[in-house]
């Protein structure tokens, strides 16, 4: 098998519901960052064999193939192929990792990996409006449970012990975080604007500076009234998308381009889908174990912060150093755009490890019905 490294990564601002992306069309905003993908590489996108993109409610402005139509509104040559991929959350790292397994293979030399999510322009349960997907069959093996990932979060705090302050106070650092690391210009290397008719949209939008756990204690539970998960300490509905470029060491040498980090192993993992969220734990272990590298020796991981419990739950039975969890926030406070995400942390990863000469970086991500993706990668200077 061939080496596979990342040689370039960049993403949108991850805009706020109804905020600065809303008025932009997920293909559009797909293209923009495929646009600044070739310009920052300096590649002639004729040498890119695919373009492989994630996308969860595909319906109404996200149907058909977001990947192909993508290509196209970048007017990159028509030749080039593209192709939209669901794994619910973890869509566009399993595009990462798709993509890697073509390379990896011989298949291809060079190949896009991204994704995209315009919540503002397809709301959320966008695509269940007419029916429900899972069918009696599913319904009827979990004794009718609804898979709804709210109840799942509820469950999982339960069964660790999270109580509401714990959960509040995760949550605020999330943005504590966030904020330091925007106010230290931590995201802008990674960050490519988007002009909109309203004006340029240049930094995420979804950062609550000043919040904290007691703020956060007087919002209302959201999915059982003596719960403790409510908007505060979720992740936000967001607006963005992210790309990025996937080749061989020696095709990079060819094209002049210096690869960032070297992908390590992937993996990804089925676990219970009442429990739902809970996946990360398991794929982090299979991720390791692949890869023969001790948890000891990562350096950042980035565990998606769908709802404050799962990245919770995942320090718990991991034993990792909290310090090195979500270090420059998570979905909480800098969102979370669905298809994009995978591709938005592993650029926000990238970025954070070549800042801090971090040698490992660990990313993974609980899915809807129960599964989840954990990617390994490794800066290419150690």
Same mark, same amino acid.
């Given at each position: 098998?061939?080496?596979?490294?990342?040689?370039?990564?960049?993403?949108?601002?991850?805009? *706020?519901?109804?905020?600065?992306?809303?008025?932009?069309?997920?293909?559009?905003?797909?293209?923009?960052?495929?646009?600044?993908?070739?310009? /920052?590489?300096?590649?002639?996108?004729?040498?890119?064999?695919?373009?492989?993109?994630?996308?969860?409610?595909?319906?109404?402005?996200?149907?058909?193939?977001?990947?192909?139509?993508?290509?196209?509104?970048? /007017?990159? %040559?028509?030749?080039?192929?593209?192709?939209?991929?669901?794994?619910?959350?973890?869509?566009?790292?399993?595009?990462?990792?798709?993509?890697?397994?073509?390379?990896?293979?011989?298949?291809?030399?060079?190949?896009?990996?991204?994704?995209?999510?315009? !919540?503002?322009?397809?709301?959320?349960?966008?695509?269940?409006?007419?029916?429900? #997907?899972?069918? #009696? /069959?599913?319904?009827?093996?979990?004794?009718?449970?609804?898979?709804?990932?709210?109840?799942?979060?509820?469950?999982?705090?339960?069964?660790?012990?999270?109580? /509401?302050?714990?959960?509040?106070?995760?949550?605020?650092?999330?943005?504590?975080?966030?904020?330091?690391?925007?106010?230290?210009?931590?995201?802008?290397?990674?960050?490519?604007?988007?002009? @909109?008719?309203?004006?340029?949209?240049?930094?995420?939008?979804?950062?609550?500076?000043?919040?904290?756990?007691?703020?956060?204690?007087?919002? *209302?539970?959201?999915?059982?009234?003596?719960?403790?998960?409510?908007?505060?300490?979720?992740?936000?509905?967001?607006?963005?998308?992210?790309?990025?470029?996937?080749?061989?060491?020696?095709?990079?040498?060819?094209?002049?381009?210096?690869?960032?980090?070297?992908?390590?192993?992937?993996?990804?993992?089925?676990?219970?889908?009442?429990?739902?969220?809970?996946? %990360?734990?398991?794929?982090?272990? *299979?991720?390791?174990? *692949?890869?023969?590298?001790?948890?000891?020796?990562?350096?950042?991981?980035?565990?998606?912060?769908?709802?404050? %419990?799962? #990245? !919770?739950?995942?320090?718990?039975? @991991?034993?990792?150093?909290?310090?090195?969890?979500? #270090?420059?926030?998570?979905?909480?406070?800098?969102?979370? %755009?669905?298809?994009?995400?995978?591709?938005?942390?592993?650029?926000? !990863?990238?970025?954070?490890?070549?800042?801090?000469?971090?040698?490992?970086?660990?990313?993974? !991500?609980?899915?809807?019905?129960?599964?989840?993706?954990?990617?390994?990668?490794?800066?290419?200077?150690?």
């Amino acid at each position: 098998m061939r080496e596979v490294v990342i040689v370039e990564a960049v993403r949108t601002p991850v805009g *706020k519901r109804n905020g600065g992306l809303a008025g932009v069309h997920p293909v559009d905003l797909s293209a923009h960052v495929l646009g600044a993908l070739a310009h /920052r590489s300096g590649i002639d996108p004729q040498v890119i064999d695919d373009v492989i993109w994630g996308c969860v409610s595909q319906v109404g402005d996200q149907s058909s193939n977001v990947g192909r139509y993508s290509v196209l509104a970048a /007017r990159w %040559p028509e030749s080039i192929p593209g192709v939209t991929i669901n794994r619910a959350c973890g869509s566009s790292q399993q595009a990462i990792d798709f993509a890697v397994q073509a390379v990896m293979s011989g298949q291809q030399d060079v190949v896009v990996a991204g994704g995209v999510e315009v !919540m503002s322009r397809v709301p959320l349960g966008a695509a269940r409006a007419s029916g429900a #997907p899972y069918g #009696p /069959r599913a319904l009827a093996r979990y004794e009718g449970f609804a898979f709804n990932q709210g109840i799942s979060a509820e469950k999982i705090a339960q069964k660790w012990g999270f109580d /509401r302050a714990a959960v509040d106070e995760f949550s605020s650092v999330s943005h504590e975080r966030a904020a330091a690391a925007q106010d230290a210009g931590a995201f802008e290397s990674e960050i490519v604007s988007v002009t @909109t008719e309203d004006g340029v949209v240049s930094a995420d939008e979804g950062i609550r500076r000043g919040t904290t756990a007691e703020k956060l204690a007087k919002l *209302k539970p959201a999915f059982d009234e003596n719960g403790v998960i409510h908007a505060g300490n979720s992740s936000q509905i967001s607006d963005g998308a992210a790309a990025l470029l996937i080749t061989t060491p020696e095709k990079a040498a060819d094209l002049g381009l210096t690869p960032l980090v070297r992908y390590v192993a992937g993996a990804v993992v089925g676990s219970d889908p009442v429990l739902m969220l809970t996946g %990360p734990i398991p794929a982090t272990d *299979k991720v390791l174990a *692949k890869a023969g590298v001790a948890l000891s020796e990562v350096g950042v991981f980035e565990v998606n912060e769908a709802f404050a %419990p799962v #990245p !919770m739950a995942w320090l718990a039975e @991991t034993g990792a150093d909290p310090a090195l969890l979500n #270090p420059v926030g998570g979905a909480i406070a800098l969102g979370h %755009p669905l298809g994009g995400s995978g591709a938005v942390l592993m650029t926000r !990863m990238i970025n954070h490890m070549r800042n801090n000469d971090i040698r490992y970086g660990l990313q993974t !991500m609980c899915e809807g019905g129960g599964t989840a993706n954990a990617t390994l990668v490794e800066l290419a200077s150690h």
